[in-house]
């Protein structure tokens, strides 16, 4: 079954800093470009991050986001990573990855498939 699965999110205090994972099933991220989206409640989509699959790796960042977070991949183990610093409460979301062609920012919703479930980004205290 192909599918992407996230893990790292969790709850953390303003400033703080999580380490978001992207890993796949059933296929190689090196084959494809990478994205992040989130979801705060209440609120649609946003694309927050996006690697390319070529080794320039190209990135794209939204501009709430840039700074702050950051987007890598290592393909030996077959993973992507988008490490968030300085964490504000407006970033608390559902976070998803997704793959795609081409990182080109902005990046929506309907130029990436394969999505995982999400995980949670809880930024309170």
């Known amino acids: 079954q192909v599918r992407l699965v996230e893990s790292g999110g969790g709850l953390v205090q303003p400033g703080g800093s999580l380490r978001l994972s992207c890993t796949p099933s059933?296929?190689?991220?090196?084959?494809?470009?990478i994205a992040w989206f989130r979801q705060a409640p209440g609120k649609g989509l946003e694309g927050v991050s996006c690697?390319?699959?070529?080794?320039?790796?190209?990135?794209w960042y939204v501009d709430s986001v840039k700074g702050r977070f950051t987007i890598s991949r290592d393909n030996a183990k077959n993973a992507v990573y988008l490490h968030m610093d300085s964490l504000k409460p407006e970033d608390m979301a559902v976070y998803y990855c997704?793959?795609?062609?081409?990182?080109?920012?902005?990046?929506?919703?309907?130029?990436?498939?394969?999505w995982g479930q999400g995980t949670q980004v809880t930024v309170s205290g």
């Open positions: 690697i390319s699959r070529t080794s320039a790796d190209r990135t």
């Open positions: 059933g296929f190689t991220l090196d084959s494809y470009a």
């Open positions: 997704a793959r795609g062609e081409i990182c080109r920012g902005p990046i929506y919703r309907s130029d990436w498939g394969t």
